[in-house]
């Protein structure tokens, strides 16, 4: 029998009050995510109520996100959190800002000529959701690397892409596999919309075979990844991990799979994919780091269920997204390539990466990071390090919001940091890590 929780006591002598009382609970913290409740009949003794009362008030509660029932023994507390900004890095006066995860001003294309050219038309109610134009692109652009497009929606950006198939697919307390490290805001994402995340170890080349495997047997419904320019990584899938995860999935044809490609074309790595041939499948591609975050604007492409729902839901909401920025978008897409600003980028973030990787090799000091803007550097202590750092004018995040069970480490974007500063960060890095070594012994 589920004994109640010693931390905390719920009380009620009615529906209404017992759901107030296990509401309380678990928004104070006292009751965790997956942590059990009392069965129905233990409660109903321990508050001399009636078991239909207790059952009304894990009903509402069920319904509400708050509980749910785990392999009809268990009723448990859902693994959402409630809604939190959460704040952005504080980065010293003064200080190199690698914390922040922007690209690089200098690397994104002028705005000017493409405003200039987004003509005056006013678009009204009843109108097509999505501008020809940007499709166009996206067709061309998502079939040169094997990507179907045969059913397209335009998105708010990469989260909101992820969080509409998300919530199309899955329901409260499902288990949902992702990458360990992930990023912060797709973490964050999963949990505050009642979703177990499941960690899935990775490498440089993505997921680890074994890792997803052991994700599946537990029963996630979902996999959420990024193909390249992992955040906060740096990982990209190879063709031969990507093969080996299309197999693995292939024997879980009603799992859903999300590619996060967020990077795209400044990631510096192909998209190798793994939605191979699926039933239930979704790839978001967005703007942001390529073009700029300002632009709220991700292509998501997938099965004609799930792109038909996510539609039909954002038509219940927001309605479609502005159609200026969607001229906007492809203006600035466009001409991104005409002019090679695309390509310059990708290639100048490659030579930023590997300038830091080589140089902290070249101090004893192993990092990670093939593709896009953030160098993963694993250490013993993350706080120690990212304060001796801010101390000698170098700003990182600490990789503690990013894991599930991943070992420690600290995140350097370096999408804005020359090439000649790298030595620079490298010798100051060594210098800290010989620091906090020289007191452990001392």
């Known amino acids: 029998m589920t004994s109640e929780p010693v931390q905390y006591r719920i009380e009620g002598s009615d529906a209404a009050s017992v759901a107030r009382s296990i509401e309380r609970g678990v928004t104070s913290g006292q009751l965790q995510p997956g942590e059990a409740v009392p069965s129905v009949r233990a409660l109903a003794r321990e508050l001399a109520i009636s078991p239909s009362t207790v059952a009304s008030a894990y009903r509402d509660l069920r319904q509400r996100g708050y509980l749910i029932s785990r392999d009809r023994s268990a009723t448990v507390v859902a693994h959402g959190r409630p809604l939190t900004y959460r704040l952005a890095p504080e980065i010293p006066s003064g200080a190199v800002n690698l914390a922040s995860g922007n690209p690089d001003p200098a690397m994104l294309p002028d705005l000017g000529p493409a405003l200039a050219a987004v003509g005056p038309v006013h678009r009204l109610y009843g109108e097509d959701p999505e501008v020809d134009h940007l499709l166009d692109l996206a067709r061309k652009d998502l079939a040169a690397d094997g990507i179907p497009t045969d059913h397209l929606a335009v998105v708010g950006g990469a989260l909101d892409g992820i969080e509409r198939v998300l919530q199309v697919h899955n329901r409260v307390g499902d288990p949902v596999a992702v990458e360990d490290p992930c990023y912060i805001g797709s973490l964050d994402l999963v949990r505050t919309m009642g979703f177990e995340p499941v960690p899935v170890a990775i490498d440089d080349q993505g997921m680890e075979v074994d890792a997803l495997a052991a994700a599946l047997e537990r029963g996630v419904r979902t996999v959420v990844l990024v193909p390249r320019a992992q955040n906060p990584r740096g990982s990209a899938l190879s063709e031969g991990r990507a093969a080996d995860l299309r197999e693995l999935l292939d024997d879980h044809p009603e799992v859903m799979v999300i590619e996060d490609d967020h990077a795209s074309w400044v990631s510096g790595a192909p998209h190798h994919q ?51 920025l969607q001229h906007l978008a492809a203006n600035v897409w466009q001409r991104a390539i005409d002019d090679g600003t695309l390509a310059r980028a990708a290639t100048t973030y490659t030579e930023r990466r590997d300038a830091v990787i080589g140089a902290l090799a070249t101090e004893g000091i192993m990092a990670h990071g093939v593709s896009g803007m953030n160098v993963w550097i694993p250490v013993s202590e993350e706080v120690p390090v990212v304060q001796g750092l801010a101390a000698l004018g170098w700003a990182v995040q600490a990789g503690e919001p990013f894991r599930i069970g991943a070992p420690p480490a600290i995140r350097a974007s370096v999408s804005a940091l020359a090439v000649e500063q790298a030595t620079g960060f490298a010798a100051d890095l060594a210098s800290v890590l010989g620091h906090r070594l020289g007191t452990r012994r001392g």
Not at 282 to 311: F, H, N, W, Y
């Open 274 to 324: 793994v939605i191979g041939d699926r039933e239930h499948w979704a790839v978001v591609r967005s703007v942001a780091k390529s073009l700029g975050p300002d632009l709220r604007v991700a292509l998501l492409t997938g099965d004609e269920d799930t792109v038909m729902r996510v539609a039909a839901r954002q038509r219940l909401g927001t309605g479609w997204v502005s159609h200026l």
